[in-house]
């Protein structure tokens, strides 16, 4: 899937419009399963892949990225919510 979405931005299949996407660096964690970072316009996006599942694990804004490591935070899912309640 990450292959994919690497082709279809860098071959130029989006058109002559500025990109706004760019996968920043990955991460194989074995068979079929992965980590990602993938910034969107002034956001970066900390993405997990494993099989045919694709989550959004957590999220920072782009400028803070540029000063070094940052934690990125963590999206909560449904059923965490409902436990914390």
Do not use: W
Not at 5 to 31: A, D
Not at 34 to 55: H, N, P, T
Request: glycine share 10%; proline share 5%; charged share 20%.
């Amino acid at each position: 899937m990450l292959a994919f979405f690497r082709r279809l931005l860098g071959n130029g299949v989006l058109g002559s419009r500025p990109r706004r996407m760019r996968v920043c660096e990955t991460l194989s964690l074995g068979e079929k399963r992965y980590l990602a970072i993938v910034q969107i316009d002034e956001q970066q996006l900390l993405i997990g892949s494993g099989g045919i599942s694709v989550l959004l694990l957590g999220t920072r804004p782009a400028a803070v990225a540029a000063k070094g490591p940052r934690p990125f935070v963590v999206q909560s899912t449904a059923e965490e919510a409902s436990h914390a309640s």
